[in-house]
């Protein structure tokens, strides 16, 4: 297992449901860690053989980061999202979307009335992660499947209609992998 990481990227963001997050915004942090299992790149630290890099992983960030939000998970996904549609080969990801210093009320009540008190945190941050080896429900190798339309095999024009149809009353809408997905091409 090889990790690539950024991490505590900073961000100036917009997101969240109080009016004086929206407008004068607050201070993030994203991490994200890649799964990439490969040794290419270590081997021959040349940066082409390296599939995940750090400014992509960061320009990604950014615009998901640009986009305000109501919830951190909808950045979080956001994130994943794009990650996947980027690149096609990681085994695994995580990310986690930090807000600092964020907005918290609390309700007391006193002489029969309710009001709110403001309190104080540190952070506030929602992780999400998705690992996507599976199982090849044909052959038994694992392979990496995405399962959304980010996946490779999406990709793949070359299959009849026809046999598509046949592969999904076989397997289910899981994907099989390529190996296997090569048989039936044509
Ligand atoms: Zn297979
Ligand atoms: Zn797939």
Request: hydrophobic share 40%; net charge neutral.
């Amino acid at each position: 297992m090889a990790w690539v990481a950024l991490e505590g990227m900073k961000f100036h963001a917009f997101h969240g449901v109080y009016e004086a997050e929206q407008v004068l915004g607050g201070e993030y942090t994203v991490d994200v860690y890649v799964d990439t299992g490969i040794a290419i790149a270590s081997k021959t630290d040349n940066l082409a053989d390296t599939n995940v890099n750090y400014e992509t992983v960061f320009q990604i960030c950014l615009v998901a980061m640009s986009t305000p939000r109501k919830l951190l998970e909808s950045v979080v996904g956001d994130i994943i999202y794009k990650m996947k549609f980027q690149f096609p080969s990681m085994k695994g990801i995580k990310v986690r979307v930090k807000k600092l210093n964020p907005p918290i009320y609390g309700k007391m009540k006193t002489s029969d009335k309710f009001h709110a008190v403001p309190g104080q945190a540190e952070s506030a941050w929602v992780e999400d992660e998705a690992n996507f080896v599976t199982k090849c429900p044909r052959c038994k190798q694992d392979f990496l499947c995405y399962k959304d339309d980010t996946c490779w095999c999406k990709a793949l024009t070359n299959i009849h209609p026809a046999t598509t149809e046949n592969l999904i009353r076989q397997f289910g809408t899981s994907c099989i992998c390529g190996n296997c997905l090569n048989l039936y091409k044509g």
